[in-house]
T-cell receptor
Framework: DVKVTQSSRYLVKRTGEKVFLECVQD?????MFWYRQDPGLGLRLIYF???????EKGDIPEGYSVSREKKERFSLILESASTNQTSMYLC?????????????FGPGTRLTVL | AQKITQTQPGMFVQEKEAVTLDCTYD???????LFWYKQPSSGEMIFLIY??????QNATEGRYSLNFQKARKSANLVISASQLGDSAMYFC???????????????FGQGTELSVKP
């Protein structure tokens, strides 16, 4: 059974802290993604990676960075957390080849920045 | 600009009835894929159905079907015989299939919250 896991379901941090959100997939997928989900805005892409050490900015990369040192792990980093980064964060992965391949999502991390 | 629009923030349906969730899209790419995902209150995103822009027939997966009207740029999800477990947020998404989207990223709509009444 395919699986994407995220390190925390709920996280509370203080303004200015450095925050790490971890995502691990066990499907040997090449592509991995980080989204944030806000009411009324749907999911917006922050960053994605199409291979180890390869990354590309999504639609809202400001205030975030990512790391992909191993194929199965994709980390999202908030360099200095701010209250407007309070959101639900979803990680996803997909197999690179194949037009129909859907993205598989993790359970999400609900981050609150105080 | 590439965009997905879901104009129904919330909908109600009676159990066992059919319901249509609207989705329109905007893209200049000739090739694209359209996806629907379900997100229950637990938060995980569940893939439901896929339609390719060149597919000749509308996609179906069990009680889910996609009413694809290419000229109108719409890809509505039809759920037949609604069940209480269908209560969830539903997202329409598009994946442009051009060379500038090698990573396979998706563009999501705002979502529609469906409530099924007993």
């Amino acid at each position: 059974d395919v699986k994407v896991t995220q390190s925390s379901r709920y996280l509370v941090k203080r303004t200015g802290e450095k925050v790490f959100l971890e995502c691990v997939q066990d499907m040997d997928h090449e592509n991995m993604f980080w989204y944030r989900q806000d009411p009324g805005l749907g999911l917006r892409l922050i960053y994605f990676s199409y291979d180890v050490k390869m990354k590309e900015k999504g639609d809202i990369p400001e205030g975030y960075s990512v790391s992909r040192e191993k194929k199965e792990r994709f980390s999202l980093i908030l360099e200095s957390a701010s209250t407007n980064q309070t959101s639900m964060y979803l990680c996803a992965s997909r197999e690179a080849t194949g037009l129909r391949n859907e993205q598989f999502f993790g359970p999400g991390t609900r981050l609150t920045v105080l | 600009a590439q965009k997905i629009t879901q104009t129904q923030p919330g909908m109600f349906v009676q159990e066992k009835e059919a319901v249509t969730l609207d989705c329109t899209y905007d893209t200049s790419d000739p090739s694209y894929g359209l996806f629907w995902y379900k997100q229950p209150s637990s938060g995980e995103m569940i893939f439901l159905i896929y339609q390719g822009s060149y597919d000749q027939q509308n996609a179906t997966e069990g009680r889910y079907s996609l009413n694809f009207q290419k000229a109108r740029k719409s890809a509505n999800l039809v759920i037949s015989a609604s069940q209480l477990g269908d209560s969830a947020m539903y997202f329409c998404a598009m994946r442009p299939l051009g060379i500038y989207n090698q990573g396979g990223k998706l563009i999501f709509g705002q979502g529609t919250e469906l409530s099924v009444k007993p």
